[in-house]
């Protein structure tokens, strides 16, 4: 037990471990409570009880790439495609808005119907509607001139999940096309435009090691984004992976904590991917750490489309409820919504 609480003790103070002290605490349970306790009282130290919420509009479902994991790649034939117009998604910001919503998060798969033209014009008019409030791109790979463009026209925020940093464990979850290489050089650009940026990865993904997962946590020191998003990876049966198992609860928890002790001053969402594998796992992502709950606020008849992985909660007759549910969820886990921006602190 003492050994147990001095890694975890070293972790929190140095903020970093060797790659067998990692490989050590991310293949077993043992340290899990001490993990979890240690990052909840920096999250406290740091942020308080307050939880961020981003209000995600999830605009097209069209996707030109092909990633094996996902149930929107442009393969997958069995998918009832859509696109929002400008006012739907103003409208749905409104809406937001109304509903105490700072930060509107603009999600969709890599769309050519989307110019920048297209994408400016859009940030412009929320940005003109409701000042205030941050607004975030996550909409993929795109060129640096691209990114400047949007940053220019409002966008302060841009996620985009580095998926795996390791190139050969990249080229096993997506087709030559990709590469862990370009993306990662995205990350950089999108830091040097000014965005607050967030990166992150999928937890038990194929073919996934312990090493892969080591490499994750030594490419986001590198990067320092302001803000990491992880989840399981689960299995969508219209896709190469229809055979593969889903990553676990406990392993996303670890790392959860993990990255708390790692980047004090993160944003961590504790993701709708964490509450589709467990009834209770944004709950316990909150207290493991996480600080960041993004509900849905897309048209209710488009949001069983946005199909990444299968059973995704909050698509059904309640979905039109997910902002009172979640402070409820918040609450009941110890901790509050807050209305504000959520920036990050550093
Ligand atoms: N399971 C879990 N997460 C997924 N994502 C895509 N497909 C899946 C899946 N099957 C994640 C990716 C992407 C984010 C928007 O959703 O990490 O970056
Ligand atoms: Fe969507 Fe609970 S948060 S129904």
């Given at each position: 037990a003492n050994e147990i609480n001095a890694l975890v003790d070293r972790l929190r103070e140095q903020r970093n471990l060797s790659d067998a002290e990692f490989k050590t605490i991310l293949e077993t349970d043992a340290y899990d409570a001490a993990l979890q306790k240690a990052a909840d009282e920096v999250r406290r130290t740091h942020y308080g009880t307050d939880v961020y919420v981003r209000g995600l509009i999830e605009f097209t479902n069209y996707c030109k790439n092909n990633c094996y994991y996902c149930g929107i790649r442009r393969d997958n034939r069995n998918v009832t495609r859509y696109r929002l117009t400008k006012e739907e998604i103003l409208s749905c910001c409104a809406e937001g808005y109304d509903l105490g919503f700072r930060t509107f998060v603009l999600q969709g798969g890599e769309d050519p119907f989307y110019t920048d033209d297209l994408i400016c014009e859009i940030v412009a008019a929320i940005h003109a509607q409701?000042?205030?409030?941050?607004?975030?791109?996550?909409?993929g790979e795109k060129s640096r001139e691209s990114y400047r463009k949007y940053f220019d026209a409002g966008a302060n925020r841009y996620l985009l999940r580095h998926e795996t940093a390791d190139p050969e464990h990249y080229g096993k979850l997506h087709p030559n096309e990709l590469s862990a290489l370009h993306r990662q050089a995205c990350l950089f650009d999108l830091k040097d435009i000014g965005?607050?940026?967030?990166?992150?990865?999928?937890?038990?993904?194929?073919?996934?090691?312990?090493?892969n997962l080591i490499s994750d946590l030594r490419f986001l020191q590198k990067l320092q984004p302001d803000m990491i998003g992880i989840g399981p990876y689960i299995t969508h049966a219209q896709t190469p992976f229809a055979n593969e198992k889903s990553g676990s609860l406990e392993l996303t928890l670890r790392l959860l904590s993990i990255l708390r002790l790692l980047f004090p001053y993160a944003l961590l969402p504790s993701t709708t991917a964490l509450g589709t594998i467990h009834p209770q796992g944004r709950e316990l992502g909150l207290k493991a750490g996480g600080n960041v709950v993004m509900p849905n606020l897309s048209p209710v008849r488009v949001r069983k489309l946005y199909e990444l992985y299968e059973n995704k909660i909050c698509t059904g007759e309640e979905a039109a409820q997910c902002r009172g549910c979640l402070e409820q969820r918040v609450k009941s886990a110890g901790y509050e919504i807050v209305t504000a921006r959520g920036d990050v602190k550093r």
């Open positions: 409701h000042p205030d409030c941050a607004i975030t791109l996550s909409i965005y607050q940026v967030g990166s992150g990865f999928m937890v038990g993904s194929p073919y996934q090691t312990t090493e």
